[in-house]
T-cell receptor, first 118, second 116 residues
Framework: GAVVSQHPSRVICKSGTSVKIECRSL??????MFWYRQFPKKSLMLMAT?????????EQGVEKDKFLINHASLTLSTLTVTSAHPEDSSFYIC??????????????FGSGTRLTVV | GENVEQHPSTLSVQEGDSAVIKCTYS??????FPWYKQELGKGPQLIID?????GEKKDQRIAVTLNKTAKHFSLHITETQPEDSAVYFC???????????????FGTGTKLQVIP
């Protein structure tokens, strides 16, 4: 159980365009999902916390107008990188945890999306 | 906020030997400590976790220990195999009363290489 599906796995886009990344919880409901960014050989940096039915909570230094997050249902959160530039090229990863009291298992991560902006 | 330090950053061991990765955390309220394995180009996978009411947990070749007083926790892999080669991340988090979890703070990662 607790599978998180992330798409696409790789995307190449032109500078100035927008890219949408999807994160789905396949066999559980997630009121909260998390979006991370990972630079090569570095740890995961939390970008924002996606809350179902409400606005996302962004970490300090993360531009909310550039990284749009929508969590419209209990199984889907999307991250849209708007007006992408080469410096936005990175590995983006989402994670989620089943909700509910007593649920064990911590966070499940998606397989990540490698974004390359050319 | 929470700060998690992880050592070493790289670790090479001969196949069959043991590997130990150590982490420290700063927030005494943290009570959930997962360990993740990340292979190249993939998302992290949870391999083992421990809660603050437990001092040690073992799952086959993998074990984790927690010293809550010292705010230290460690990952031990015995009888290492080449397929254990990956980047390992420790993390710290705190459960909410609702049963969910606060955001996870990750360590800086350890690249483990198991030499055949």
């Amino acid at each position: 159980g607790a599978v998180v599906s992330q798409h696409p796995s790789r995307v190449i886009c032109k500078s100035g365009t927008s890219v949408k990344i999807e994160c789905r919880s396949l066999d559980f409901q997630a009121t909260t999902m998390f979006w991370y960014r990972q630079f090569p050989k570095k740890s995961l940096m939390l970008m924002a916390t996606s809350n179902e039915g409400s606005k996302a909570t962004y970490e300090q230094g993360v531009e909310k107008d550039k990284f749009l997050i929508n969590h419209a249902s209990l199984t889907l959160s999307t991250l849209t990188v708007t007006s992408a530039h080469p410096e936005d090229s990175s590995f983006y990863i989402c994670s989620a945890s089943p909700r509910g009291r007593g649920r064990l298992g911590g966070y499940t991560f998606g397989s990540g999306t490698r974004l390359t902006v050319v | 906020g929470e700060n998690v330090e992880q050592h070493p950053s790289t670790l090479s061991v001969q196949e069959g030997d043991s590997a130990v990765i150590k982490c420290t955390y700063s927030d005494s309220a943290s009570n959930y400590f997962p360990w993740y394995k990340q292979e190249l180009g993939k998302g992290p996978q949870l391999i083992i976790d421990i809660r603050s009411n437990v001092g040690e947990k073992k799952d086959q070749r993998i074990a984790v220990t927690l010293n809550k007083t010292a705010k230290h926790f460690s990952l031990h892999i015995t009888e290492t195999q080449p397929e254990d080669s990956a980047v390992y991340f420790c993390a710290a988090s705190r459960t909410l009363n609702s049963g969910g979890y606060q955001k996870v703070t990750f360590g800086t990662g350890t690249k483990l290489q198991v030499i055949p």
